[in-house]
């Protein structure tokens, strides 16, 4: 079965400052491999994705992910983070055996000014 | 605004009351979704609808009812709820069921159960 593994609950920065967070997921084909954002009081949004070619992929809002995949993982980046990044991001994986995506259990990021 | 609109934004029930949350899209998608969302808890699968057929049902109690009338609204009927489902419940659309496909979130419905 597909798992995902978000090793931080929290993660804390400066504005300006820059992002990686971590995601790990256990499949043994290649995945497709997701990361989204929730702010306080919504849903889900996507902020990039990856099914396959170019292992680094490009999002919404300044974010890139790198997918690796002889360590397993699809961390997240942004090189300066602004206040408004405050939120809870998650990562999913979904695969040829279950089509639906599994989540995380997500990473808070708190920005400070 | 991601086209999905969940009603009640917040429900507040007692253990014996009847109540159903809403969901609809109007985006064109085949595909929905409800969700469970508890405090730093992975996002859980409740129930997946495709083409107004149900595809997932992952263990959920009974107590949970989904209901998919067409494939642009999305029910789930509550009745003799416990505290322990006192939780974020959202609702989710995609093109079809397929992995690859973007999910779009509703702001979800904040349930509490006393």
């Known amino acids: 079965a597909q798992s995902v593994t978000q090793p931080d609950i929290h993660i804390t920065v400066s504005e300006g400052a820059s992002l990686e967070l971590r995601c790990n997921y256990s499949?043994?084909?290649?995945?497709?491999l997701f990361w989204y954002v929730q702010s306080p009081g919504q849903g889900l949004q996507l902020l990039l994705k990856?099914?396959?070619?170019?292992?680094l992929v490009q999002g919404i809002k300044g974010f890139e992910a790198e997918f690796k995949r002889s360590q397993s993982s699809f961390n997240l980046r942004k090189p300066s983070v602004h206040w408004s990044d405050a939120a809870e991001y998650f990562c999913?994986?979904?695969?040829?055996?279950?089509?639906?995506?599994?989540f995380g259990r997500g990473t808070s990021l708190i920005v400070h000014p | 605004e991601t086209g999905v609109t969940q009603t009640p934004r917040h429900l507040v029930m007692g253990m014996t009351n009847k109540k159903s949350l809403k969901c609809e899209q109007h985006?064109?998608?085949?595909?929905m979704y409800w969700y469970k969302q508890s405090a730093k808890k992975p996002l859980e699968l409740m129930f997946v609808?495709?083409?107004?057929?149900?595809?997932e049902n992952n263990s959920v109690p009974s107590r949970f009812s989904p209901e998919c009338p067409n494939s642009s609204h999305l029910f789930l009927h509550l009745h003799t709820l416990q505290p322990e489902d006192s939780a974020l419940y959202l609702c989710?659309?995609?093109?079809?069921?397929?992995?690859?496909?973007?999910?779009?979130f509703g702001s979800g419905t904040q349930l509490s159960v006393l």
């Open positions: 999913a994986v979904a695969s040829g055996g279950s089509y639906i995506p599994t």
């Open positions: 985006l064109g998608h085949n595909a």
């Open positions: 990856y099914f396959s070619g170019d292992t």
């Open positions: 499949y043994g084909a290649t995945p497709y």
């Open positions: 609808y495709s083409l107004e057929e149900r595809v």
């Open positions: 989710a659309s995609s093109l079809t069921d397929r992995g690859n496909e973007k999910l779009f």
